[in-house]
């Protein structure tokens, strides 16, 4: 039908997809109004006039139609963004994309990898998920609330098959509390300090990274849980009031606790970054400090005066027996400023083991590889003082020393990376000659996959 009303009201409608459907509606409404008018004694004409000036003003019609289609559309758009994120962080949690392990802050082992990159990506999967609830929240997105519940229920699902091992308990949470945690158990230095590379946890420290996730987890699932339900009864037209109470509550914790680990990791970072130089001549020196102390122990010495010379040198213990490869050793370890640990192994014979740890991550992922032309340099017969004076010495992984109590034997050994596409590394081996008094290499060659080529 032909109407000025229906044309006007066309006109400001923007989406062209609902443009047909709502004038379909409208003029089916108009019409319906005239069929009454007729009905009760008008004309025709009058009563499609008293019909049209029944819907009032076409401009004042077109606003709220315009307002709730935009809502609908914007509906849909969360709800894709929100299907995106669900089924990625469940990718995550099952670990298909393999990233899962490195968001592990409190693990069974005396030592973790820290990686700052991946704090922010916790924060980042941390406000995501507060951006889409509150978003979810204002639309009353029911899509949304559901999709956002079932990827942290399915979370909990990907860690049921490991429930008994605290250390994978929602893992990707853990590093949100690693700022509060370290600054408080060992102040803002150590923090600033643990972004370079390697860290020690004690196991008193680990508990708050396994508590705090689990909390920061179930403050999640209850925010998503509880707005879906209050949704679905909104729209029953029930009482809600007190469910959107927990929502309003939930918003504001997690904004904080994302607030303060960006706040203070981003400042840190920076911190950490600008002093990085001098970080890597420290950490340099006390690698080399180390390694001297390895090269220099005598392992013929009571086992009781080695640790004493260890602790004396500023090293900590630390003992467990809770793993097999930890069966019979004690650790020693420096702080988060050098990041040096020597390994002490009792067996058949006395081993140490020294594998230093210095991996800043504004500088490198890992260990220099040791190259062709450096391997080739490494020569039978080369002594260990003629070996040192290489100027790729700098690029030793790990070095250990070994002492044989039956044959009196001592040897030293020193561990390279091979190349990024060789999944191995080279073992140089020093035996001490009583002949001659040196240290003489017996061994040079790579080891892949546990054998040697």
């Not at 924060?123 to 899509?143: D, E």
Request: proline share 3%; net charge negative; charged share 20%.
């Amino acid at each position: 039908m032909e109407n000025k009303f229906l044309d006007r009201v066309s006109s400001l409608i923007q989406s062209k997809t609902a443009r047909q459907s709502i004038t379909a509606e409208l003029e089916s409404h108009i019409l319906d109004k005239a069929d009454y008018y007729e009905e009760i004694g008008y004309s025709k004409e009058i009563a499609m006039q008293k019909a049209i000036e029944g819907m009032g003003n076409p401009d004042d019609t077109a606003v709220p139609l315009n307002a709730l289609h935009k809502n609908g559309k914007s509906k849909n758009i969360w709800s894709v963004i929100t299907a995106v994120f669900a089924v990625a962080f469940c990718l995550l949690c099952f670990n298909v994309i393999p990233i899962e392990y490195l968001f592990r802050y409190g693990d069974a082992s005396y030592m973790i990898v820290h990686s700052v990159t991946f704090d922010f990506l916790s924060m980042l999967i941390c406000g995501v998920f507060l951006l889409l609830l509150c978003k979810a929240h204002r639309q009353k997105n029911m899509a949304s609330a559901l999709m956002l519940a079932l990827s942290l229920i399915t979370s909990a699902v990907a860690y049921f098959p490991d429930f008994t091992h605290p250390a994978f308990h929602f893992s990707p949470f853990q590093p949100l509390l690693y700022p509060a945690v370290m600054i408080i158990k060992n102040g803002f230095t150590d923090f600033a300090d643990s972004l370079f590379g390697y860290g020690y946890i004690p196991e008193s420290e680990q508990i708050f990274y396994h508590i705090g996730a689990i909390v920061i987890y179930m403050i999640m699932l209850a925010a998503a849980v509880t707005m879906l339900i209050a949704i679905y009864r909104q729209s029953r037209m029930k009482n809600v009031r007190r469910l959107w109470l927990i929502i309003k509550i939930a918003k504001p914790v997690l904004g904080i606790v994302l607030a303060v680990s960006l706040l203070v990791t981003s400042v840190t970072t920076a911190f950490a970054l600008i002093n990085i130089e001098d970080k890597k001549l420290e950490m340099q020196s006390a690698r080399e400090n180390a390694i001297n102390f390895v090269i220099n122990a005598d392992l013929s010495d009571t086992n009781e005066k080695i640790n004493s010379e260890l602790l004396n040198s500023g090293y900590e213990s630390y003992f467990s027996d809770g793993n097999i490869w930890q069966g019979m050793q004690k650790t020693y370890h420096k702080g988060y400023n050098d990041s040096v640990i020597i390994r002490v192994e009792m067996d058949e014979s006395v081993f140490y083991a020294l594998t230093d740890f210095d991996r800043p991550f504004a500088i490198t992922k890992g260990y220099a590889p040791l190259t062709n032309e450096e391997q080739s340099q490494i020569s039978q017969g080369i002594t260990l003082d003629e070996f040192m004076q290489k100027d790729f010495y700098g690029k030793v992984m790990s070095v250990s020393k070994a002492y044989y109590p039956d044959t009196k034997q001592t040897s030293i050994s020193f561990t390279f990376d091979l190349p990024d596409e060789q999944f191995g590394s080279y073992v140089c081996q020093f035996d001490y000659s009583a002949e001659r008094q040196k240290y003489i290499l017996s061994l040079a060659d790579e080891m892949i996959n546990g054998e040697y080529y």
